[in-house]
């Protein structure tokens, strides 16, 4: 691999830490409710590309360590790669969105191929760590307690891995009630006081008020209500709650549609959504809403009012950090 004059390579951090990086990938891969990835073809792609960070996270330090400077070019181009990967995902993900009932949407889409990469890099760290650990221990200690320190590193790196992993849900930053759903004006749906849409059939308007169900939900930080404002949050509000408790609704059916609105007369931040679920379970729904996840582009978001600061402070309500 190298010139004569190269320190020769151990392999034993490299197989020490390609196992930790695919391990580190393999507890971070799940299938659940978001349908995502799919099997058998989205479990093969994630965990071969898993096995790929690895194996170059593995071979990085011990490479750098027997003078084949040119290792270092892996790291670039697995991040060029992967971003190009992000991509393809993206590109899929939508393509797929075309064809589903309650659409993800483009925030969600690019949240689940920005989590895809992430997780790549994730393991290639663990791997890095992992074989740092185990080369190091390993000059100065012997084989033994090379090990060791990279069985340590390895479990406190993916520990640390399956924490970045998770974001925040939707219930970090908002409660969540079940609201009257009623009509007004004869067609306007309502749930509470907040006003989501018109429903013209009176066999729609029934259906409604016999199976349907509402939900208010109440920003507990400015954080929170910024993140309701952003609108690829609440059609992601409406895609999770679906995929949880499935909606009665079909391609020429409108009016069926899972809905989130804000309450725009106030514009204190306060959202109120409406489901048909398959089955009517009001505390289903509300752990559905809870669940969701907080979109990246909504975590950055902050909102700077007057009157919403003088409601915080009537409702006693944290600006959140």
């Not at 740092?132 to 990279?150: K, N, P, S």
């Not at 910024?226 to 509000?237: N, T």
Request: aromatic content about 8%; some cysteine; charged content about 20%.
């Amino acid at each position: 691999m190298s010139s004569g004059s190269s320190p020769p390579i151990h392999w034993i951090p490299i197989g020490l830490g390609i196992a930790a990086g695919f391990l580190a990938r393999l507890l971070a891969l799940r299938s659940d409710y978001r349908h995502y990835p799919g099997y058998p073809a989205g479990y093969v792609s994630h965990v071969t590309l898993g096995f790929l960070s690895a194996v170059i996270g593995a071979v990085f330090f011990p490479a750098l360590a027997a003078k084949e400077y040119t290792a270092a070019t892996f790291l670039v181009l697995a991040a060029t790669n992967f971003t190009g990967v992000r991509k393809v995902e993206v590109s899929k993900l939508q393509a797929l969105d075309s064809f589903t009932l309650v659409q993800r949407g483009a925030g969600y889409i690019q949240g689940i191929a920005q989590a895809f990469e992430e997780r790549n890099y994730i393991a290639m760290g663990v791997a890095v760590l992992t074989s740092i650990a185990a080369q190091v221990v390993d000059m100065y200690f012997g084989h033994l307690w090379g090990a060791a320190a990279a069985v340590a590193v390895a479990a406190v790196a993916i520990t640390l891995g399956l924490v970045l992993k998770s974001g925040p849900n939707l219930g970090n930053e908002v409660d969540a009630r079940i609201g009257k759903l009623h009509f007004e004006k004869g067609s306007l749906l309502y749930v509470d006081d907040v006003m989501l849409m018109e429903v013209g059939l009176p066999k729609a308007r029934k259906r409604w008020l016999d199976e349907g169900v509402g939900v208010i939900i109440i920003p507990k930080t400015r954080r929170g209500a910024a993140v309701l404002w952003d609108l690829s949050q609440r059609q992601a509000i409406a895609q999770s709650v679906s995929s949880i408790v499935g909606t009665r609704s079909d391609i020429g059916y409108p009016e069926r549609t899972p809905l989130c609105r804000m309450d725009l007369p106030t514009g204190h931040g306060s959202a109120g959504f409406a489901i048909i679920p398959v089955a009517r379970d009001p505390s289903r729904v509300l752990e559905a809403v809870r669940r969701t996840p907080v979109l990246e582009n909504a975590k950055t978001h902050a909102v700077h009012d007057p009157a919403l600061e003088s409601w915080e402070d009537e409702h006693h309500i944290e600006e959140g950090r």
